[in-house]
């Protein structure tokens, strides 16, 4: 796991919280090593996931909060259905479920079953600690006047504050796990930048490893899968674009998901094309159509027709959950 912090305790952005998903995440992980000292080693890695002998996974980001009593709880990327696949444990003492708090949360502990009821949702949307992402809040771009050394208002810029955050990478290849290490955590340069505005100091981050999620999960028996089994629910820890193969694999109707629109570039007939993208937004609930092993989706453009290298895989990112 990877902890994105700063010196402050809070990262300043210039895109909200929500933009910075599994796939930018992957993007600029992807984006460093190109640039690294490692580049001539790329086209490796990248012929070893088209070949499906190695995978890179990145979870969305989520939150950590460390309570005196029950210790380290993570706070993980929900959405509305997730609540609907599991919504018979949130039922109150009259039998109802509260979907007007439900709509208002986007992370929750899934990892501590014992929160399943109302009354912890409740807790959730009136807790003050538990607001993890803040913001927005406006910066004012001023113009200083050399003739008269006053300052004038030039346009205002819209930020955001988020607290520091968590992801996960998952891989099994040596090699890229080597170079991901000595990139990421340079300690000479270990200071990254994501979002816009890098310029005057937003997006600033640094990434620090950090283990006790993981360590957590396998206590709980909720590993990391590649191998999925028939009819059985998976938390969908990454935004997944739904490709014809993505599509054909998932029981749309026992499942419960958000979608989500991005936009992006795709190759068609060595042609880059504008191209809107649909994902399974993470936080929902995944069920399979069959046993099956799942395999590497990639977005891929090359140089040599489009003056730059861009690389993107990405794989279901999926927990085990109970029924």
Same mark, same amino acid.
């Given at each position: ?24 995440l ?35 980001p ?28 949130f ?31 409740? !807790? ?7 607001r993890f ?44 796990? !080597? ?41 709980l ?76 989706g ?7 027709e ?18």
């Open positions: 796991m990877i902890s994105g912090t700063n010196d402050s305790g809070l990262i300043n952005l210039a895109i909200p919280f929500s933009q910075l998903d599994s796939l930018r992957s993007a600029y992980l992807l984006f460093r090593l190109f640039k690294s000292e490692y580049s001539d080693r790329m086209n490796e890695v990248i012929e070893r996931i088209e070949k499906n002998k190695t995978y890179l996974m990145v979870s969305s989520f939150f950590l909060v460390n309570d005196d009593k029950s210790g380290p709880q993570y706070y993980l990327p929900v959405n509305f259905g997730f609540f609907s696949y599991y919504q018979e444990k039922r109150d003492e009259n039998g109802e479920i509260p979907n007007k708090e439900i709509k208002k949360i986007r992370y929750f502990p899934i990892l501590q079953e014992k929160f399943y009821n109302s009354g912890f949702i409740r !807790e959730l949307v009136t807790n003050e600690k538990l992402e803040y913001g927005p809040f406006f910066r004012v771009k001023n113009l200083i006047n050399r003739n008269n050394f006053k300052s004038e208002r030039v346009y205002t810029i819209e930020n955001y504050y988020v607290n520091p955050f968590r992801f996960i990478i998952e891989t099994n290849d040596v090699v890229l796990e !080597e170079m991901l290490k000595k990139v990421m955590f340079n300690q000479n340069d270990s200071t990254h930048f994501l979002g816009k505005r890098i310029s005057i100091g937003f997006g600033k981050v640094k990434f620090r490893h950090d283990y006790r999620l993981l360590m957590e999960m396998r206590k028996g909720k590993n990391i899968v590649r191998k999925v089994e028939k009819d059985v629910p998976y938390y969908l820890f990454n935004r997944l674009p739904i490709t014809g193969k993505i599509a054909n694999i998932i029981d749309a109707e026992k499942s419960s998901y958000e979608l989500v629109k991005i936009s992006g570039y795709f190759v068609e007939d060595k042609t880059l094309i504008g191209r809107n993208m649909i994902c399974f937004r993470e936080g929902s609930i995944l069920v399979f159509k069959e046993d099956i092993e799942l395999e590497n990639i977005y891929k453009l090359r140089k040599i489009h003056h730059k290298d861009y690389f993107l895989p990405y794989t279901p990112f999926l927990i085990k959950m109970g029924v």
